[in-house]
């Protein structure tokens, strides 16, 4: 008799367990979707670039040491060189936001 009652709370529990462990998966699949990369910059090249646009472009701050846009620029120019399959256009302008970064641009502009 007791085993029976053991027996049937064992299933109770566990029935209840299903039902809760349901209920959290479909509440789980429900919540929004949070894009797990980082989010870029959406949107064209200014004419003249600015500190802040160069500092996007290079996934930098503006107030930033010379030792780190050197580094980012190196970054992102091993993956958009014009060598490996990348654009003249984007590299010109990695190289522009670096020189803008670094205090040695004209404000002349793009190559193109």
Excluded: C
């Amino acid at each position: 008799m007791v085993a029976a009652i053991i027996a049937g709370a064992a299933v109770a529990a566990a029935a209840y367990a299903g039902k809760y462990g349901i209920e959290a998966w479909q509440a789980f699949k429900l919540r929004p979707v949070r894009p797990r990369m980082r989010k870029f910059y959406e949107g064209g090249f200014q004419a003249t670039m600015n500190r802040r646009e160069a500092a996007l472009i290079l996934g930098v701050r503006e107030s930033v040491a010379a030792e780190k846009v050197k580094e980012a620029h190196r970054r992102v120019m091993v993956a958009n060189h014009p060598d490996a399959g990348g654009s003249h256009y984007l590299a010109s302008k990695i190289n522009e936001a670096k020189d803008m970064m670094l205090g040695k641009t004209k404000n002349s502009g793009s190559a193109f």
